[in-house]
C-alpha cells in the first residue's frame, strides 16, 4: 500500500465525513447567499429550479469529487493527475479557487463576527443605526481585527487536525446550528406587523411567496437567470469546484458507503438552505414588503438587524442566536475551504500539517489585510465582465465564482466523463458491493448535460452572452 495512503489521516466514521461535509457545504453560501438569490428570483420559481438542479447537476459533480478524493487519497492540487497525468493543471485550477476565496471568506466571517459580538453585549441598538455597516467596513482597524480574530478560530481548528480538528468542532457545530436554524425559521413564520398604510402582513404569506412557484410574467430570458442563478449557487451551497470535496473525500475511510453519504449530505444540505430562506424572506416580506425583498446581499447585514429591533426585547435574543449560527456556518465553509489548501501543501511539498497550517494560513491573512483595506485605504470602483460593479472582495468573488469554479466543474466533466470514463467512478462509489441506484443518471450528467450547462454557464459569466 502506499505510504501516503496508509498514513493519512482520516475522518472516524460515516458520520464524522458527513457532518465535517455537510458543514462544509451548510455555510455562507446557505445562511447569506441563497436567501437574497430566492427572493430576487420569484421565490418559489427559484426553489423549483435549486432543488431538481441539486439532485441532478448537483449530485453528479459533488459524487465525483468526493469519489476523486477517496480513489486518490490525495488533495485537490495532486489527485487528478493521479486520476490522468496528462489532466493534472486541473489540480492548479482546483487549488486556485479554495486560495482565492478563503481571504476574502474570512473578511465576512469577521463582519459576522462583529454583530454578534454587538447582539452578545446587548448592544443590539447599535447594529441597526444609520449607516453602521458602512462605517464599520470602512474603519480599517475594525474590520482587521474582527477578520484577523476569525481567522485565527479557523487556524485552531485545521491546526488540529482532521480527527481532533475538522470532525470534532464539526460534531458540535453543526447539530447547534440545525436547531437554531429551525427554531428561528419557525418564528419567523408567526411574526406580523401592521405599516403605516393600516397594512397588516404575516410571516406565513411571507413563506407563501417564499415556497409558491409565480410563472405570471415569466419570460425565457427570465428564467434562463433563474436557471444560472440556482447552478452558481450550487457551487457554494454544496462546495463543488472549490477543492473541498476532493480533500474530504481523501479522508474518508474506503469501507464507507459513499453513494448513502452524499445522499445524505444533500438531504442536509438542502434542508438548511430552504430553512435559510424561511428565516429571513417572510421576515423582511412582514416588515419591509415585497419590495424588500429585493435588499439583496444587504438582507443579512442591513435588513435584518432592523427586523430584530422592531420585534422590541424577543428581537434581541432572536438577533443573537441569529447571528450567532451565521457565525458557526461561517466557520464550518472556512475551516473546510483552509482545510483545501493546506492539505494540498502536505501532499504536495510532504509538509507536516502544522508547518502548512502555520505558513498557508499567514499567507492567506495577508491577502485578507488586503480585502479589508478595499473598503478604505484601497477602495476603487471597477466595472466587471458580467456587468457588475466592485472593489477588491468583488473581484476576487467574480475571479472565483463565475470563471475558476465554473472551469474546474467543466475540465472535471471531461475527465471523467470522456478521458477517464465514468467507470472510474462507479467503481469506486461501487467497491464494497453496494448499490448505484442513479448510476444512469450520473452517466448522462456527467457525460452531457453538465458540460453544456457549464459552459453556458461560463460564457454568461464572463460576459459573452448578456
Known amino acids: 500500500m502506499d505510504e501516503n495512503k496508509s498514513q ?41 429550479v435549486y432543488i431538481i438542479l441539486a439532485l441532478t447537476f448537483g449530485f453528479a459533480l459533488l459524487i465525483s469529487e468526493i469519489a476523486i478524493g477517496r480513489k486518490t487519497k490525495e488533495s485537490p492540487l495532486t489527485a487528478y493527475k493521479k486520476i490522468n497525468k496528462h489532466w493534472g493543471f486541473i489540480g492548479l485550477f482546483a487549488y486556485a479557487v ?19 459580538a454587538c447582539y452578545f453585549a446587548f448592544q443590539a441598538d447599535a447594529a441597526t443605526e444609520p449607516g453602521f455597516f458602512t462605517s464599520f467596513i470602512t474603519n480599517p482597524y475594525q474590520s482587521i481585527l474582527y477578520c484577523a480574530i476569525f ?12 480527527e481532533k480538528g475538522i470532525e470534532k468542532y464539526s ?43 409565480n410563472f ?19 457551487f457554494y451551497s454544496l462546495s463543488i469546484a472549490m477543492g473541498i470535496m476532493v480533500a474530504y473525500g481523501s479522508y474518508m475511510k474506503d469501507d464507507v458507503n459513499l453513494s448513502k453519504s452524499v445522499n445524505r449530505i444533500e438531504i442536509f444540505d438542502t434542508g438548511i438552505a430552504l430553512l435559510a430562506g424561511l ?57 473546510s475551504i483552509l482545510e483545501a489548501i493546506v492539505s494540498s501543501m502536505i501532499d504536495k511539498f510532504k509538509w507536516s500539517r502544522k508547518k502548512a497550517t502555520m505558513i498557508m494560513a499567514g499567507i492567506e491573512f495577508l491577502i485578507s489585510i488586503i480585502v479589508c483595506l ?13 456587468g457588475s460593479v ?44 453496494e448499490k448505484f441506484r442513479r448510476e444512469l443518471l450520473y452517466k448522462i450528467m456527467i457525460k452531457f448535460v453538465a458540460p453544456v450547462l457549464l459552459l453556458i454557464l461560463l460564457l454568461f459569466s464572463v460576459g459573452v452572452f448578456s
Request: proline letters at 5%; charged letters at 10%.
Open 171 to 213: 460534531k458540535v457545530l453543526m447539530p447547534a446550528l440545525a436547531v437554531m436554524v429551525v427554531f428561528i425559521a419557525i418564528y419567523s413564520l408567526f411574526i406580523k406587523h401592521t405599516d403605516a398604510d393600516g397594512v397588516t402582513r404575516t410571516g406565513l404569506q411571507g413563506a407563501a411567496i417564499y415556497f409558491i412557484p
Open 390 to 433: 466592485g472593489q477588491i472582495l468583488d473581484l476576487f468573488d467574480y475571479a472565483s465564482n463565475n470563471v475558476m469554479m465554473p472551469l474546474v466543474a467543466l475540465f472535471t466533466c471531461i475527465l471523467i466523463g470522456w478521458v477517464a470514463k465514468p467507470k472510474t467512478i462507479t467503481d469506486e462509489i461501487c467497491k464494497n458491493g
Open 216 to 234: 405570471k410574467g415569466l419570460t425565457f430570458t427570465k428564467f434562463l437567470t433563474i436557471c444560472l442563478d440556482a447552478m452558481g449557487q450550487l
Open 279 to 335: 428565516m429571513i424572506i417572510p421576515a423582511v416580506y412582514v416588515f419591509n414588503g415585497v419590495e424588500g425583498m429585493k435588499a439583496g446581499p444587504s438582507l443579512m447585514f442591513v435588513s435584518m438587524p432592523n427586523i430584530f429591533a422592531s420585534l422590541g426585547k424577543p428581537g434581541a435574543v432572536l438577533g443573537m442566536l441569529f447571528f450567532f449560527m451565521v457565525l458557526f456556518a461561517a466557520l464550518t465553509s472556512s475551516v
Open 374 to 386: 478595499g473598503y478604505n485605504v484601497f477602495y476603487f470602483e471597477l466595472k466587471l465582465p458580467n
Open 151 to 162: 481567522a485565527i478560530l479557523c487556524f485552531v481548528i485545521v491546526y488540529k487536525g482532521v
Open 8 to 48: 493519512r489521516n482520516t475522518f472516524s466514521n460515516s458520520l464524522g465525513f458527513i457532518l465535517a461535509a455537510a458543514g462544509s457545504a451548510v455555510g455562507l453560501g446557505n445562511i447569506w447567499r441563497f436567501p437574497y438569490l430566492a427572493a430576487k428570483d420569484g421565490g418559489g420559481i427559484f426553489l423549483l
Open 98 to 116: 479554495p486560495f482565492i476565496i478563503y481571504p476574502y471568506y474570512c473578511v465576512i466571517g469577521g463582519w459576522v463576527l462583529k454583530y454578534a
